[in-house]
């Protein structure tokens, strides 16, 4: 795993939610998954979602869920833009707002 950058943004602060979400038991984990996908993308490069596991450390479908939320509001409203790249296989890249 890289050494993560820093960040200027609280994800500590943002309630996650979900049928499945209980705060006390998942957010701590959430908060540092988020972080994670943040600080990988910040540089704004195209990367697919196992390169960002391989920076990371956290599954696909974790990190999938997480650029999701970096769309909302309540997580930045960043861009998350989203290129096919062939063979049921994408690229993503973060826009910082």
Request: hydrophobic fraction near 35%; glycine fraction near 4%.
């Given at each position: 795993?890289?050494?993560?950058k820093?960040?200027?943004?609280?994800?500590?602060a943002?309630?996650?939610?979900g049928?499945d979400?209980?705060?006390?038991r998942?957010?701590?984990?959430?908060?540092g998954q988020i972080?994670?996908?943040y600080?990988?993308?910040?540089?704004?490069?195209?990367?697919?979602l196992?390169?960002?596991?391989e920076?990371t450390g956290?599954?696909q479908?974790?990190i999938s869920?997480?650029?999701?939320?970096?769309r909302k509001?309540?997580?930045?409203?960043?861009t998350?833009?989203?290129r096919?790249s062939g063979d049921?296989?994408?690229n993503?890249?973060?826009?910082?707002?």
């Open positions: 795993m890289k050494p993560m820093q960040t200027l943004i609280d994800f500590t943002a309630r996650f939610d049928d979400y209980v705060h006390d998942d957010h701590q984990r959430l908060s972080l994670r996908v600080d990988c993308m910040l540089d704004a490069t195209w990367r697919t196992r390169e960002i596991e920076s956290d599954p479908a974790s869920a997480q650029l999701r939320n970096l509001p309540k997580f930045g409203g960043h998350v833009e989203r096919y049921g296989l994408y993503y890249k973060l826009i910082v707002r």
